[in-house]
């Protein structure tokens, strides 16, 4: 039997999996893989009755025009500072939350707290920064508190020195229960053997936790560290949904990501598709090289990579 043949002979075999499979594989290959020919709007001047095929190629031109801009720059820096932000602020919280988690005794008790930390993901950042307008803005209740008691508002909406500590806050307390779970989920994984082997041997809960909860983490931790440092430049990295609905111009200078800037120069301002389609193709190089680049430190240190 050829190798053709055995492929074809293990597709029949399977083909409810594959069936299962499909409608998945149709829905990103019609929305992530085709619309991937608009890449070539990067190396174009678009023409709107030429279309995207039709416009005139001017090579880098596009690339060139984007790095002289200031505010591409500042973009870009606050980008790379907010990305890298969490991934030390943020990444580290779900992973400690899950370990205390795992130590409540009491079921009960257990499932509350997974409830209470986890129920904030499903608030939409629209929600979310609704509440902290109203909670936080110069007309909040905050400072109808403040003004109550004889200070002085606040606005830290407004305010550039607060405002990437207000993002990596809110961003912790909505998402900090959901990043848990798969963690929560790799412990509950771990063989009971080795706890009760680790407190034959003498070792109280934090100890276990250290030496065999924590090792047992690592091949997850490691996992998920490489798809973060991969999306550092995207918008889950940078936040696009929560800085869009919660910077103002005030803040532009501290908090307006490549997302935001790529958003508001083509919708608002009304600046050439190509040089948009630019910036979204400088951004996915950078990510494909921090994906690479992380995925060989994890195996360095001897974990297992993504491939």
Avoid at 205 to 211: A, G, K, L, P, V
Avoid at 213 to 226: C, G, R, S, Y
Wanted: charged share 15%; with cysteine; proline share 4%.
């Amino acid at each position: 039997m050829t190798k053709r043949s055995r492929l074809w002979k293990r597709i029949a075999d399977y083909k409810y999996f594959y069936i299962l499979a499909l409608p998945l594989l149709l829905y990103y290959f019609i929305f992530e893989y085709v619309p991937m020919y608009g890449i070539i709007l990067a190396f174009k001047e678009f023409n709107y009755s030429a279309g995207i095929m039709g416009s005139e190629w001017i090579g880098l031109a596009n690339f060139t025009e984007i790095f002289q801009l200031n505010d591409f720059r500042i973009a870009f820096r606050n980008t790379l500072i907010i990305a890298f932000g969490r991934l030390l602020i943020e990444f580290p919280v779900p992973i400690v939350v899950a370990l205390l988690l795992n130590e409540v005794r009491k079921a009960s008790m257990k499932k509350f707290y997974q409830v209470v930390y986890t129920f904030p993901h499903f608030l939409s950042w629209v929600i979310v920064s609704g509440i902290l307008i109203n909670f936080l803005g110069s007309a909040g209740v905050l400072n109808q508190l403040l003004v109550m008691i004889g200070f002085e508002k606040v606005n830290l909406l407004v305010d550039p020195s607060s405002f990437r500590g207000l993002l990596f806050g809110s961003s912790i307390w909505k998402d900090m229960g959901w990043g848990a779970i798969i963690y929560l989920a790799a412990i509950a994984s771990i063989p009971p053997s080795l706890y009760e082997a680790a407190s034959i041997d003498g070792a109280n809960r934090f100890q276990q936790m250290i030496h065999v909860t924590w090792p047992m983490l690592k091949p997850t931790i490691a996992i998920l560290l490489i798809l973060n440092v991969g999306g550092m430049m995207s918008s889950g990295g940078g936040g696009f949904d929560q800085i869009f609905n919660l910077y103002n111009p005030a803040v532009y200078e501290v908090a307006d990501i490549l997302d935001t800037y790529v958003y508001r120069r083509t919708f608002a301002v009304g600046s050439s598709y190509g040089t948009s389609t630019a910036i979204s193709l400088f951004k996915g190089v950078i990510n494909c090289i921090l994906l690479i680049a992380a995925n060989r430190a994890v195996k360095r240190i001897g974990q297992e990579g993504l491939v």
